[in-house]
């Protein structure tokens, strides 16, 4: 394929034999843009008119909801706008014309979709918070035969991630702490480099406290290791608390630039050690692969998840003062801030909620959608104040995800997720922590915190009535062609995308729709709009898709990119795409307009 740029077109050899010419289509201002910027310049005729600081200003606070814009940031956003659109002269102008003001409305780190600042309060229980949740942080693809390295924890880290897991065994030699998947065919990495990884990057992009969830499969002796390494690699970083157990978790703001630990306390597996005194070869049993034995509510025998016999109920839970008699141990138990396990009984009963001590629980993807189906108001009261962790089912064997809603609908604080793995599931999971400046902890809605008379929570399967209108309106798209070969859609023409835009949240919320196809345009104008009613806007995410259609094939992927509801900035804004694997394209976006009414 030929581009002849210098006319205005695109060639496009078909066949070896001769050649289709496409015209390069000008980019127009939609006539929602030409409006605005005629009406905050006083009228007239827009082309012949520029928007001044002041004007500027104006439209950011009145169009745009930015009221706490000021003069100074409409001159730099103007200086900025002109340097990059004139570099080449020496053009020098204190306003923008309708070209520039429009090119403005375009640049997404200037005119971006969603609040970019920490906006939620900080200074409540970390049980009050989504936090952002790796699982298996190590692994560096599948999880059976990937390579484990610090590589995957620090990219999590950089991404805003603030929960890393870390598995934890012992040496051939039983003399050193490895992680890795135990009983696959995964590389282990050494305990110390993901520690100091771990140090290096945890606040890289958020200040808010890394929490390191530890699946502990080691002896004593080890323990004490780890205990060791975890105070001098972090030193004060490091927070644990003074008492055995807490009454009520820490703020995310108390603990800014502070690592804590969560695990189970070592009495547990001090009293299941003869059982699970292993290497990674040999069969040990990790808190994920236990839990669903112990936590059966009215399930028929034959159904029962037979894998392991080898934990106890967490003794921990109801007593929370014992002291090992172990030096060691009692250093590593030292440094537990939230104590994780799996009572013995009954769902109800491993929900039931202690006045006085906080904790961690686990449940598989399937047992949270049981538990959710027979006890959602118990689900959700126990995450009021204690924190629920659920991880993908073993047989996602790919590094796949599942869907983080039912989760989230609940309560639920720690969706793990397969942060080195693919997926819609995962654009969500991206979608929903860009939230609240991306810092890793999004406060829960107030009907997840509240309760009613007699201590009653809300069912989450209840329908609530409509709170907000949605309306999308998507003007146009662009950059495609700076990002992509010409031919990348399209042998033989430019490509013909479409849009297709959800909302994903609560059942009652659960909406699609789907742009006109626009043939032959690497600048697709669609003008379209879209209204979506929202009973639970707080977890409501809209994702959004660009497709090109192709008639023999399956349709072409043409970016992605996926943003919490609640922070939606309301105007005209430029919103920037990504790829499969959630990156930004560097120049891929489309115009849109979000109004709430």
Excluded at 17 to 41: C, L, M, Q
Excluded at 44 to 73: I, P, S, W, Y
Excluded at 346 to 366: F, G, H, I, T, Y
Excluded at 485 to 513: L, M, W
């Amino acid at each position: 394929m030929n581009e002849n740029v210098d006319s205005g077109s695109y060639n496009y050899k078909m066949f070896n034999f001769f050649n289709r010419k496409f015209k390069i289509n000008e980019v127009e201002p939609p006539a929602d843009v030409k409006k605005a910027f005629a009406e905050f310049t006083d009228g007239g005729a827009a082309a012949a008119l520029n928007m001044t600081a002041e004007q500027l200003k104006r439209f950011l606070v009145v169009h745009q909801g930015e009221v706490d814009r000021t003069l100074e940031d409409a001159e730099r956003i103007i200086q900025q706008v002109v340097s990059r659109r004139h570099h080449v002269t020496k053009y020098a102008s204190h306003s923008l014309n309708l070209d520039d003001f429009f090119h403005f409305l375009f640049f997404d780190d200037l005119n971006g979709p969603i609040k970019t600042q920490v906006h939620h309060d900080m200074t409540a229980p970390l049980s009050h918070y989504f936090i952002y949740t790796g699982h298996n942080s190590y692994l560096t693809g599948n999880q059976l035969s990937s390579d484990c390295s610090e590589v995957p924890i620090i990219k999590a880290l950089q991404r805003g991630v603030r929960v890393i897991e870390l598995d934890l065994w012992p040496s051939s030699s039983k003399d050193e702490v490895l992680v890795l998947h135990g009983r696959t065919l995964t590389s282990p990495v050494s305990l110390i480099k993901c520690l100091i990884s771990i140090k290096e990057y945890a606040f890289a992009t958020s200040p808010y406290p890394v929490i390191i969830t530890l699946e502990d499969h080691l002896t004593p002796e080890l323990q004490a290791k780890v205990a060791e390494m975890v105070i001098q690699t972090f030193g004060t970083m490091l927070y644990y608390p003074e008492s055995d157990c807490l009454s009520e978790f820490p703020s995310p703001e108390s603990l800014k630039h502070r690592i804590i630990i969560s695990t189970k306390p070592p009495k547990e597996y001090l009293e299941s050690r003869s059982k699970d005194n292993s290497s990674p070869g040999e069969m040990g049993f990790s808190e994920e692969e236990s839990s669903s034995k112990e936590m059966q509510d009215n399930k028929p025998e034959s159904e029962a998840d037979d894998r392991s016999d080898s934990d106890h109920d967490d003794e921990d839970f109801n007593e929370c003062t014992g002291k090992s008699g172990q030096t060691g141990v009692s250093a590593y138990k030292r440094l537990i801030t939230i104590h994780a396990g799996k009572p013995k009984g009954a769902l109800k009963d491993a929900l039931k909620v202690a006045a006085n001590k906080v904790r961690r629980l686990s449940m598989s993807e399937q047992e949270l959608e049981k538990a959710a189906a027979s006890h959602g108001s118990d689900v959700v009261s126990f995450t009021q104040k204690n924190i629920l962790r659920i991880y993908p089912k073993g047989t996602r064997f790919t590094s796949s995800n599942y869907k983080p809603t039912i989760g989230w609908m609940h309560g639920a604080q720690m969706i793990a997720f397969n942060m080195q793995g693919y997926g819609k599931s995962l654009w969500l999971m991206h979608g929903m922590f860009r939230a609240n400046g991306g810092c890793g902890y999004v406060r829960k809605p107030d009907f997840l915190m509240q309760k009613g008379s007699h201590d009653v929570v809300l069912d989450p399967k209840i329908t609530l009535p409509v709170q907000k209108m949605l309306k999308v309106k998507i003007y146009m798209g662009d950059g495609w062609r700076l990002d992509f070969s010409h031919t990348h859609f399209d042998t033989y023409s430019p490509p013909d995308f479409y849009t297709k835009v959800y909302i994903v949240g609560v059942p009652a919320d659960e909406a699609k729709r789907k742009t006109r196809i626009i043939g032959d345009d690497w600048s697709p104008v669609w003008d379209e709009e879209f209204t979506y009613p929202l009973t639970v806007p707080d977890l409501a995410l809209l994702r959004i898709e660009v497709r090109e259609y192709d008639m023999s094939e399956k349709d072409d992927f043409g970016g992605q990119t996926c943003l919490p509801v609640s922070d939606l900035r309301p105007g005209i804004r430029s919103v920037p795409l990504h790829d499969k694997k959630g990156k930004k394209l560097p120049n891929a976006r489309l115009l849109m307009k979000f109004e709430f009414v």
